[in-house]
């Protein structure tokens, strides 16, 4: 079981393509860090019950800035519940950081678009690119010569892919794979979050056509050097839709039965799009049980009250993005 939780909405950078820019308006909320530790022991219930191990993803904003977080992680780890989270990297560059993330995470995904003049401009980071060169560096060094117990370390990078950074693509994957990034996901550009940046930088058809054209390529030239590019043909065929205005649909995504998304006020749904429709309060679930029982929930919810966004599907775990 994969679940992802989006624990603030506060962020130090300012992607003009993200609802968590810092140069955005309005009031940033966290999720208590107490209520966050009790869900954790119901997931240690539900893993022993059930022989189903639980990765734990955290997510924000910028979530290694949320300050529960490493006072919680040792004592996440120690019920056997595997961690990771999605960061831009501002932090890694901390010594402490960086060994409390291979004492206690089996995953770190980055973030990074571009060379330095992209990746700089659009994360409003500068000298950004520099760091997060020697952060990462840095922990592939540790991630070496740390205790065997934390030589699993997964180092992904993600790349957000526009118009203006897809000619990158190839070169900036063969570069992160020398710095020893063990992974590389992507997704396009959507247009949920900052509909005013979406239609100047989002992909033409022509631009996939390009993109799908060279991919198998890269793909190969990469694994030669040992990293796996995650691009499975029905994550490809997701993008391929969205770059045409082409509607997937998804009639049967098998809701809460493999993945489930938490957001920052305690709402847990079946994915990040329909926490409103379907979220229960986790405060509601006192079991394992009850969060076995939430698969069937989910499902008769999807039945009774369908929703719009389930006819044009962008939830990328349902198109196995993490699949190569």
């Not at 691009?231 to 082409?246: F, Q, T, W």
């Not at 809460?256 to 709402?267: A, M, Q």
């Not at 799009?273 to 394992?288: H, K, R």
Request: glycine residues 6%; aromatic residues 10%.
């Amino acid at each position: 079981m994969i679940v992802v939780w989006r624990v603030t909405q506060r962020c130090n950078l300012s992607c003009p393509f993200c609802a968590w820019d810092k140069r955005l308006p309005g009031q940033r909320v966290d999720i208590d860090g107490e209520a966050v530790w009790r869900f954790a022991r119901l997931l240690g219930d539900y893993q022993r019950q059930r022989n189903d191990p639980v990765l734990l993803s955290w997510l924000g904003g910028e979530p290694l800035l949320w300050p529960p977080l490493f006072g919680l992680a040792p004592r996440i780890a120690a019920l056997g519940i595997a961690q990771s989270a999605t960061t831009n990297g501002t932090t890694l560059n901390s010594a402490r950081r960086r060994t409390q993330i291979l004492e206690h995470f089996s995953e770190l995904t980055i973030s990074v678009d571009g060379f330095a003049p992209f990746h700089e401009s659009m994360r409003g980071w500068p000298g950004g690119w520099a760091q997060l060169h020697e952060a990462v560096a840095t922990l592939v060094l540790e991630r070496r010569d740390a205790p065997a117990r934390a030589t699993a370390l997964k180092l992904r990078a993600n790349i957000v892919l526009m118009r203006d950074n897809l000619t990158q693509f190839d070169e900036l994957c063969l570069t992160l794979a020398d710095w020893g990034i063990d992974e590389i996901t992507f997704n396009a550009l959507g247009g949920r979050d900052r509909p005013e940046f979406f239609p100047a930088h989002r992909w033409t058809p022509e631009d996939a056509d390009g993109f799908l054209h060279r991919l198998p390529a890269l793909k190969a030239r990469l694994a030669v050097q040992g990293v796996r590019l995650c691009a499975a043909p029905k994550y490809l065929s997701r993008l391929d839709a969205s770059a045409r205005n082409e509607s997937l649909p998804v009639h049967d995504c098998a809701p809460g039965e493999r993945f489930l998304f938490i957001d920052e006020y305690g709402r847990i749904a079946p994915c990040s799009f329909t926490s409103d429709a379907y979220g229960v309060s986790i405060a509601d679930l006192t079991s394992g049980s009850d969060l076995a029982d939430l698969a069937a929930r989910f499902r008769t919810d999807r039945l009774d009250a369908p929703q719009p966004v389930c006819k044009d599907c962008p939830s990328t775990q349902v198109f196995a993005k993490f699949f190569a």
